[in-house]
């Protein structure tokens, strides 16, 4: 990939340079006028060019849930992600999407790795994607709403765009279209966007690194617990619990959830 900066002391307004490709190059290239420079030198804002416009990436705004708005200082909204429009992302801004995320890409290596699980679904069952992952969360520092017709809201851009949980998820459909030439078209995934409507630089990077310890500090899940749910071991459980000891006045107890 070739990139192409245009800085210019002139207004540029709305217009967007469309990427091209030639000969297997990718030449991506940005526009920064008079405006955008006021506003990165202004603001602070370190990653003012992440940008995603769904109205380009989709042809129209995406469908999401707004949660309702609070004194919390900031706003939040649930959206099924095209997986297409995903991995576009990453191919354009590559790991400065994940510059808030606590891993990069681990790898598909291990049949039983969670990349690997992965690339089975989006490979064999891409359909099933929303349905088996997780998905991402993001943070962003702008957020460009269009109020519809039936009262619901759609996202028609972002910018300052960070992953801060999701990062395998991102790079495996990344990684699966152009490794293995997988269609994405039926992927979506899901996905909650964070909006810190601090305008100041320091709360705002605060906020956000918040929100990314928060969301990588899961209790850690053994391969065993997997299993807990398994016909054999509820069978046993129950039998655990409605036969009695010899004498008949404790019953067993069996562990079939860890912590239970």
Not at 137 to 166: C, F, K, M, W, Y
């Amino acid at each position: 990939t070739v990139r192409i900066a245009i800085i210019s002391d002139c207004t540029n307004g709305d217009r967007k340079v469309k990427d091209t490709v030639a000969e297997s190059v990718r030449f991506a290239v940005d526009v920064f006028d008079i405006e955008s420079l006021f506003r990165i030198l202004g603001k602070n804002r370190v990653r003012e060019d992440i940008e995603l416009d769904f109205r380009n990436a989709i042809g129209s705004e995406l469908l999401c849930l707004s949660a309702p708005a609070t004194e919390a200082g900031y706003d939040a909204y649930l959206a099924a992600l095209p997986g297409d429009v995903l991995a576009d992302v990453y191919d354009r801004y590559g790991t400065r999407l994940l510059e808030l995320n606590v891993r990069a890409f681990l790898g598909v290596r291990g049949r039983k790795s969670v990349n690997s699980g992965l690339r089975e679904t989006i490979t064999k069952s891409p359909d099933h994607f929303l349905a088996y992952n997780n998905g991402i969360v993001a943070t962003v520092d702008e957020v460009e709403l269009v109020a519809r017709p039936d009262g619901s809201v759609a996202l028609a851009r972002v910018s300052g765009l960070q992953i801060v949980n999701g990062g395998q998820t991102t790079a495996s459909l990344h990684r699966a279209r152009r490794v293995d030439k997988a269609d994405l078209s039926a992927v979506r995934v899901p996905a909650k966007l964070i909006h810190v409507r601090s305008g100041d630089a320091m709360i705002l990077q605060a906020m956000v690194t918040a929100i990314s310890r928060s969301a990588n500090s899961q209790n850690t899940v053994q391969p065993a617990d997997f299993s807990a749910n398994d016909p054999f071991h509820v069978r046993v459980e129950t039998m655990a619990n409605s036969v009695w000891c010899p004498g008949g006045k404790t019953r067993w107890f069996y562990d079939r959830a860890r912590g239970s």
